[in-house]
């Protein structure tokens, strides 16, 4: 057992992700698992409304009709085994499509269908317990769009045990997909946690797929071509470790850097990563290339998960519309933010003329002018930019007023107005509302070929709380004799990324030496400060020593995140790039070496 190794592709980030990625994997890698990750919140709530529309629908149909239907046949000769949350929130009519393709290709396939997430049915009796929600406080929704329970990986291995082929599932933890087939394959147990949690690291490495392999990559520059990507391939080892790889002859790039940044990308306190099997510390997690496009990964630590499933449900909370129109010339960012100023104005004053509520929110953003780094800006006088309106209202007639209203300013406003589309409709504001729920009180199911059976599932707790005050950081040293300033990208990676209406910023050092100034200079209040113009709570800083990492997580800074936000940026993906052009005292000599690197 000790010599054995699994090798997973990680072939989906999204429900809508390139389809490079499964053929690429089944064609060009010698893996034994083709793993998908295809679900975020948003993503329940629409195929929510697609199963109410249509109760066959609810699924990720491009994982059946494109990828599986182009696949199957070669899956099936190769031995390779599909795991997919591909589900959503209808996984046995995924499983029944699925069937049916397989079926015209003239393939036979034991599927497995993990049941257990959709706790739909039961919101009559969380609003009757007073449940409110976990981050705000708020009260449960009238009514809600879906509701379902991340689940861990131990009913994705039960199915792998029982010789399934294809595994399906609803909402689980996005590294599950992984972390299933791990334990399944080398037999880890409910309680050996620090491989539980070294085959979470590796799910959540792979789960965003290119990501790890060049994509979004703060030295993108070095990514010779993005146009056919590899996607990951891990190559896992019994006691937990495992390479970072991609297809040979693929475009893209692995290295410290790609990999590393992918650790910190959506996480919070990286001592206490939660996910159902177990509660991960990664603090000591360390990153080695292992020649070209390899990184081998090893150090994450394990203990004690809590007894509770983490409950994600949607509701719809009024409407929106964003508006987007091109001014060019002389003084367009003044032009621009006058157009959007009065379009705002005239629309109200209609609203008060038909006895319609104002705006519940509105966003006005110039972008072009750097309007996303507020008075970090450094530029002036833009020649061409996009103006850019979002508003919120609960009543559709007056998004159409707005709508209306916007499309005139092509005429009767500012010079060098163009780029007018149709007009923008109004969409449904969809909110999440998260809780907790005993594990024991959400059983879950498996049903192979229309049997079901339950699924045992550890559901003690014991989960000892955040180890982050234990972590022994590098020390905070300001510069020594004569410095110049540096943009911190010369010292640093930077990744980031969203947990609702709080933004995480993962920094790396680029050399050792780097560290301990970086710990002395990027502060939480000099990172607070720099982002005033959008974090309206506090950011606090949690140290990565085996990395020679820090990660903050700034507070109600997305303006309420996701599709509740009006943000240009509501997910917090140019948050790192933002704060990587921060300069840096450094001490000359330490400067002429990275500027020569």
Same mark, same amino acid.
């Given at each position: 057992?000790?010599?054995?190794?699994?090798?997973?592709?990680?072939?989906?980030?999204?429900?809508?992700?390139?389809?490079?990625?499964?053929?690429?994997?089944?064609?060009?890698?010698?893996?034994?698992?083709?793993?998908?990750?295809?679900?975020?919140?948003?993503?329940?709530?629409?195929?929510?409304?697609?199963?109410?529309?249509?109760?066959?629908?609810?699924?990720?149909?491009?994982?059946?009709?494109?990828?599986?239907?182009?696949?199957?046949?070669?899956?099936? @000769?190769?031995?390779?085994?599909?795991?997919? =949350?591909?589900?959503?929130?209808?996984?046995?009519?995924?499983?029944?499509?699925?069937?049916?393709?397989?079926?015209?290709?003239?393939?036979?396939?034991?599927?497995?269908?993990?049941?257990?997430?959709?706790?739909?049915?039961?919101?009559?009796?969380?609003?009757?317990?007073?449940?409110?929600?976990?981050?705000? #406080?708020?009260?449960?929704?009238?009514?809600?769009?879906?509701? =379902?329970?991340?689940?861990?990986?131990?009913?994705?291995?039960?199915?792998?045990?029982?010789?399934?082929?294809?595994?399906?599932?609803?909402?689980?933890?996005?590294?599950?997909?992984? &972390?299933?087939?791990?334990?399944?394959?080398?037999?880890?147990?409910?309680?050996?946690?620090?491989?539980?949690?070294?085959?979470?690291?590796?799910?959540?490495?792979?789960?965003?797929?290119?990501?790890?392999?060049?994509?979004?990559?703060?030295?993108?520059?070095?990514? @010779?071509?993005?146009? =056919?990507?590899?996607?990951?391939?891990?190559?896992?080892? $019994?006691?937990?470790?495992?390479?970072?790889?991609?297809?040979?002859?693929?475009?893209?790039?692995?290295?410290?850097?790609?990999?590393?940044?992918?650790?910190?990308?959506?996480?919070?306190?990286?001592?206490?990563?939660?996910?159902?099997?177990?509660?991960?510390?990664?603090?000591?997690?360390?990153?080695?290339?292992?020649?070209?496009?390899?990184?081998?990964?090893?150090?994450?630590?394990?203990?004690?998960?809590?007894?509770?499933?983490?409950?994600?449900?949607?509701?719809?909370?009024?409407?929106?519309?964003?508006?987007?129109?091109?001014?060019?010339?002389?003084?367009?960012?003044?032009?621009?933010?006058?157009?959007?100023?009065?379009?705002?104005?005239?629309?109200?004053?209609?609203?008060?003329?038909?006895?319609?509520?104002?705006?519940?929110?509105?966003?006005?953003?110039?972008?072009?002018?750097?309007?996303?780094?507020? %008075?970090?800006?450094?530029?002036?006088?833009?020649?061409?930019?996009?103006?850019? *309106?979002?508003?919120?209202?609960?009543?559709?007639?007056?998004?159409?007023?707005?709508?209306?209203?916007?499309?005139?300013?092509?005429? %009767?406003?500012?010079?060098?107005?163009?780029?007018?589309?149709?007009?923008?409709?109004?969409?449904?504001?969809?909110?999440?509302?998260?809780?907790?729920?005993?594990?024991?009180?959400?059983?879950?199911?498996? #049903?192979?070929?229309?049997?079901?059976?339950?699924?045992?599932?550890?559901?003690?707790?014991?989960?000892?709380?955040?180890?982050?005050?234990?972590?022994?950081?590098?020390?905070?040293?300001?510069?020594?004799?004569?410095?110049?300033?540096?943009?911190?990208?010369?010292?640093?990676?930077?990744?980031?990324?969203?947990?609702?209406?709080? $933004?995480?910023?993962? *920094?790396?050092?680029?050399?050792?030496?780097?560290?301990?100034?970086?710990?002395?200079?990027?502060?939480?209040?000099? !990172?607070?400060?720099?982002?005033?113009?959008?974090?309206?709570?506090? !950011?606090?800083?949690?140290?990565?020593?085996?990395?020679?990492?820090?990660?903050?997580? &700034?507070?109600?800074?997305?303006?309420?995140?996701?599709? $509740?936000?009006?943000?240009?940026?509501?997910?917090?993906?140019?948050?790192?790039?933002?704060?990587?052009?921060?300069?840096?005292?450094?001490?000359?000599?330490? @400067?002429?070496?990275?500027?020569?690197?």
């Amino acid at each position: 057992m000790s010599g054995k190794t699994v090798r997973l592709g990680g072939a989906s980030a999204f429900w809508g992700d390139s389809s490079l990625g499964a053929p690429q994997l089944v064609h060009g890698a010698e893996i034994d698992y083709l793993v998908f990750d295809y679900l975020a919140e948003l993503t329940m709530s629409i195929m929510a409304a697609a199963r109410a529309r249509r109760p066959d629908a609810g699924y990720a149909t491009d994982f059946v009709a494109i990828t599986m239907k182009q696949l199957v046949r070669d899956i099936k @000769a190769k031995g390779i085994k599909v795991v997919s =949350n591909a589900g959503g929130v209808n996984p046995l009519a995924c499983r029944d499509a699925l069937q049916r393709v397989a079926e015209e290709a003239g393939v036979s396939l034991k599927v497995g269908v993990v049941l257990g997430d959709d706790l739909m049915a039961r919101q009559a009796e969380f609003r009757a317990a007073g449940t409110h929600e976990m981050y705000s #406080d708020a009260a449960f929704p009238d009514k809600l769009m879906s509701i =379902n329970a991340y689940l861990g990986a131990r009913g994705i291995a039960a199915a792998l045990a029982e010789g399934c082929e294809v595994v399906i599932t609803g909402r689980v933890v996005d590294s599950a997909v992984t &972390l299933g087939p791990l334990m399944h394959e080398f037999g880890w147990a409910d309680d050996d946690f620090d491989r539980l949690a070294a085959g979470t690291l590796c799910g959540h490495i792979i789960e965003c797929g290119a990501q790890c392999t060049g994509g979004l990559f703060t030295d993108w520059e070095r990514v @010779a071509s993005w146009e =056919n990507i590899g996607y990951p391939v891990a190559e896992v080892s $019994a006691d937990g470790s495992f390479v970072i790889g991609k297809p040979r002859g693929t475009d893209g790039l692995v290295c410290f850097g790609s990999v590393a940044e992918q650790l910190l990308y959506e996480i919070q306190d990286p001592s206490a990563y939660l996910v159902p099997d177990v509660a991960c510390d990664f603090t000591a997690v360390q990153m080695r290339e292992m020649g070209e496009n390899r990184v081998l990964v090893s150090g994450a630590r394990g203990r004690p998960p809590t007894s509770t499933y983490k409950v994600s449900a949607t509701y719809q909370d009024g409407l929106r519309n964003v508006a987007t129109l091109v001014i060019g010339g002389i003084d367009a960012d003044r032009k621009a933010r006058r157009t959007g100023q009065t379009i705002l104005a005239r629309t109200r004053r209609m609203f008060q003329q038909r006895n319609l509520a104002d705006y519940s929110e509105t966003r006005l953003e110039v972008l072009g002018s750097e309007d996303m780094y507020g %008075s970090n800006s450094r530029l002036a006088g833009p020649r061409e930019v996009v103006l850019r *309106i979002a508003v919120k209202h609960p009543e559709k007639e007056a998004l159409e007023i707005f709508a209306r209203e916007f499309a005139p300013a092509g005429t %009767s406003m500012a010079p060098g107005t163009t780029g007018l589309g149709g007009r923008p409709s109004p969409t449904p504001i969809v909110r999440l509302f998260s809780f907790l729920v005993e594990k024991a009180d959400v059983p879950v199911e498996l #049903d192979i070929e229309g049997n079901r059976r339950p699924v045992a599932i550890r559901t003690a707790g014991g989960f000892p709380g955040s180890a982050s005050a234990e972590v022994r950081a590098v020390a905070a040293l300001p510069p020594e004799g004569a410095t110049v300033n540096l943009p911190l990208v010369r010292l640093a990676y930077g990744r980031s990324g969203d947990k609702g209406d709080t $933004a995480n910023i993962g *920094i790396i050092a680029r050399q050792p030496e780097c560290l301990p100034l970086l710990r002395w200079w990027l502060t939480p209040e000099r !990172v607070k400060a720099y982002f005033a113009h959008l974090c309206r709570g506090p !950011v606090e800083r949690f140290d990565l020593p085996g990395l020679g990492a820090m990660n903050f997580l &700034l507070h109600r800074s997305l303006g309420g995140g996701g599709m $509740a936000s009006l943000h240009s940026d509501n997910l917090a993906k140019a948050y790192a790039q933002m704060l990587l052009d921060l300069e840096v005292p450094v001490p000359k000599a330490v @400067a002429q070496r990275l500027v020569a690197a």
